[in-house]
């Protein structure tokens, strides 16, 4: 990707991995662990979500994801899909109409039968609510929290944005890279069941969270 022209009010910066990131110049920050943008994505998205395994054993999975950004998420789930009976719906967000415009004039690996999927663009915390609203009866399975981080981004690190979450999900696995406690307590204030994993690179710790409802 990054032989591509970077988005508008962002630059490449290449991680440990060998793989690139962006760096926002509006929020100051990468994308990405600097440990590996690519390892990053897999370690907590791909595998600790549970995503890969359950692949092969679903016929249909739901996934929603706080963030679209460069779209790494999005490219590293659709591999799991590629030449798999397994029917995938990808809802992400996304306040930067620039990112999501960037993503779609460059990528088609998402045209492939079996996936669909929305950019919801602007404020995840007005167009998350709608989207239920048109869509009472869908619900997420796996929640990809990949916003920057809380001191950056602290509206979608709230209890009321995890409450929203939760209202959109159902048997679901939340996973997110940040490990911060006042993170865990807003997710634990709204009801959400919270797990201490292993960090990735050079953190030591992450958060995984279950909605049994
Ligand atoms: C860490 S990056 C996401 C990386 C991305 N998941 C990927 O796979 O490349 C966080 C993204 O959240 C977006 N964002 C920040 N605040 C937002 C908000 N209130 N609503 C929707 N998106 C937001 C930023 O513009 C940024 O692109």
């Known amino acids: 990707m990054s032989d591509m022209p970077a988005p508008p009010k962002h630059r490449w910066v290449r991680t440990e991995d060998g793989s690139y990131t962006l ?30 395994k359950a692949v092969p054993n679903s016929t249909h999975i739901n996934i929603f994801e706080t963030g679209f950004g460069l779209g790494l998420n999005f490219l590293e789930t659709l591999k799991l899909f590629k ?3 397994c029917h995938l719906h990808y809802v992400s967000t996304e306040i930067d109409r620039g990112l ?58 709230e ?22 406690h006042s993170v865990r307590k807003a997710l634990e204030e709204s009801g959400w069941k919270v797990e201490n994993i292993k960090g990735y ?7 995984k969270a279950y909605n049994h409802g």
């Open 23 to 52: 760096y926002s110049e509006t929020y100051d920050e990468n994308c990405h662990s600097t440990a590996g943008a690519l390892g990053e994505t897999q370690n907590y998205f791909i595998n600790e979500t549970g995503l890969a």
């Open 83 to 85: 030449g798999s009976p």
């Open 100 to 157: 999501v415009d960037w993503f779609f004039n460059r990528h088609d690996e998402y045209k492939i039968p079996n996936v669909t999927y929305e950019v919801l663009i602007g404020d995840a915390r007005e167009t998350l609510p709608k989207w239920k609203e048109k869509n009472p009866d869908k619900k997420f399975r796996y929640i990809f929290q990949d916003a920057f981080s809380p001191k950056k981004n602290p509206t979608l690190w």
């Open 159 to 180: 209890k009321e944005w995890f409450d929203l979450l939760k209202s959109v999900s159902k048997d679901a696995t939340l996973v997110t890279y940040s490990a911060s």
């Open 201 to 207: 690179g050079h953190k030591r710790s992450a958060t």
